[in-house]
DNA sequence: GGTTATCATTCAAACGTTTGATCAGTTTTA
DNA sequence: TAAAACTGATCAAACGTTTGAATGATAACC
């Protein structure tokens, strides 16, 4: 969640109309067709604002693209609000899978942005995704490591392809969704089935 | 593979170097910066051909981008012979996991330009990749029914969040690996080790 | 057999359009 | 009234496509 006053490198910067229409008129835009894909003139029309206003407080295109990505990792915190809590290592896989889907069904474009700059990275990638992802691999690493500790879960599992294999069982799930919405049923109702789902195999597969 | 000699629509069409230098150049200038990341001026110098060449033979940017798709997803026939194999149901699966990997090692655009597909999606999504997609889930839930009737695998689990959990694991750990190289160790001589990891889970999640 | 016609292929050049960015000028705000 | 916000017009560059001429091989003709 964005508040309305930003505090960028201790210069204070308040978040009118204008800025605010253009990123959140960019999301879907730039989350549909990629940074390639959107015109400035489309993305200052869909906001309502004058084309130059994206240069003016964005300095260019590529600016607010980076806005955009910023915006919608800022998010990620609080899958960190869990790692902190001091509860059963399972249980705690078990509310980073929910808070993911939870995030992606309030948040649609959010897996968007981060497979779109996985597959055709931008400078955006090294400065706002990579960072990202890599804390989120580290935050379950190290989760798994406590399990470890605790003796509960199986050592004799690569514990990067346990997270990962975690991860991959949620993410694809959604990023899917457009080529198999004939063949799958993703409605948000099904969300829960799907989670003990994920959770069952998970859990058979690395509970000693 | 493509021949060196296509038939198409009847019309005998002569692979001719010109075409073969086209295609084979936007492979990886696609397959890295998307249809709309990269100008028929850099795929034609890139394939050392006149970029009028483009539209001669591709009739376009767009074109050329089909027939690379085109040819890339050409190599799904491969599973298929998979799914005729008369071997017991998990075997099966250990198979398309195993042709699966190896077939990104061989041909590692194949991921990028089917999830570039799927959160940018082009003209070709609804001819190329969403047909393609959907073989490939439909044959992992045929197979999946052959081992319920079978009575080996658990009848209590979804069947669609059971293929796509599988297919999600094997395919987010290719995508992740721009953002993980540092922190999960991607070496193909890994792979076998993968492989084992994910079918140990698949196995403990499905069987009775 | 020599000439001409026809064809697909390749090329450099130019096409008109769209791109992202900028600028001078105007309005709004404090 | 000075600064900030905003506007419409304009810029050069890049875009994808088309053009018309040149090339060379093959087919048709006398």
Same mark, same amino acid.
């Given at each position: 969640?964005? #508040?309305?006053?930003? =505090? ?10 204008? +800025?605010?229409?253009? $990123? ?16 400035? +003139?489309? !993305? /200052?029309?869909? /906001?309502?604002?004058? !084309?130059? %206003?994206?240069?003016?407080? =964005? ?21 960190? *609000?869990?790692?902190?809590?001091? $509860?059963? #290592? ?22 968007? =942005?981060? &497979? ?5 990275? &931008?400078?955006?990638?090294? #400065? @706002? ?5 890599? +804390? ?6 190290? #989760?798994? /490591?406590?399990?470890?500790?605790? +003796? ?9 392809? &346990? ?16 080529? &198999? /919405? ?6 948000? *109702?099904?969300?829960?089935?799907? $989670?003990?789902? @994920? %959770? ?9």
């Amino acid at each position: 969640m964005i #508040t309305d006053i930003l =505090f960028v490198e201790e210069i204070f910067v308040a978040d009118n109309d204008c +800025r605010k229409n253009l $990123i959140a008129a960019s999301v879907p835009l730039f989350a549909a067709k990629g940074l390639n894909g959107v015109s400035v +003139r489309e !993305l /200052a029309s869909a /906001a309502g604002v004058n !084309l130059s %206003m994206i240069s003016y407080y =964005f300095g260019g295109k590529e600016g607010l693209y980076a806005a955009v990505l910023t915006e919608q990792f800022a998010i990620l915190g609080k899958l960190e *609000e869990i790692e902190q809590m001091e $509860i059963d #290592t399972l249980q705690k896989f078990e509310l980073y899978v929910r808070a993911t889907v939870s995030r992606y069904r309030r948040n649609p474009y959010l897996l968007r =942005f981060y &497979t779109s700059e996985l597959t055709n990275p &931008t400078a955006c990638f090294e #400065t @706002i995704i990579k960072p990202a992802i890599k +804390r989120v691999v580290q935050m379950l690493l190290d #989760t798994f /490591a406590d399990g470890l500790s605790d +003796r509960k879960f199986r050592d004799d599992l690569n514990p990067t392809d &346990t997270v990962l294999a975690l991860a991959g069982m949620i993410n694809f799930y959604f990023l899917l969704e457009p080529a &198999t /919405a004939e063949l799958v049923d993703h409605a948000p *109702e099904r969300d829960e089935q799907l $989670i003990r789902h @994920i %959770m069952d195999i998970f859990t058979r597969g690395v509970l000693r």
